[in-house]
């Protein structure tokens, strides 16, 4: 069984860093790997991406701010979040575009979701 577990969301004032993980477990192969968000009433969001080679993609609102990273060994996921903004609040979610095991097809798989606060 697939799982996504994320850790490290929590409070933080505006201009604030913070760090959250993302270990997956199940997973024979992976693609991808990323972070969306979703603020209330809102729909969810694209915030980073980091291929199996490596490559990072961003969209503008994060671009220079969030890095994305990863450990291959652990097969986990990092995005640093720093210069952090009231309009960052939102649910976090974890997704990876991964194999389950040798025979089967790509697909997406999503965690549970870790809550970002940015306030004051």
């Known amino acids: 069984q697939v799982q996504l577990v994320e850790s490290g969301g929590g409070l933080v004032q505006p201009g604030g860093s913070l760090r959250l993980s993302c270990a997956a477990s199940g997973i024979f192969s992976i693609n991808a790997m990323g972070w969306y968000r979703q603020a209330p009433g809102k729909q969810r969001e694209f915030v980073a991406r980091i291929s199996s080679g490596g490559t990072t993609n961003y969209p503008d609102s994060v671009k220079g701010r969030f890095i994305i990273s990863k450990d291959n060994a652990k097969n986990t996921v990092y995005l640093q979040m720093n210069s952090l903004k009231p309009e960052d609040t939102a649910v976090y979610y974890c997704?990876?575009?991964?194999?389950?095991?040798?025979?089967?097809?790509?697909?997406?798989?999503w965690g549970q979701g870790t809550q970002v606060t940015v306030s004051s």
């Open positions: 997704n990876a575009r991964a194999r389950r095991h040798f025979y089967s097809e790509y697909a997406d798989y």
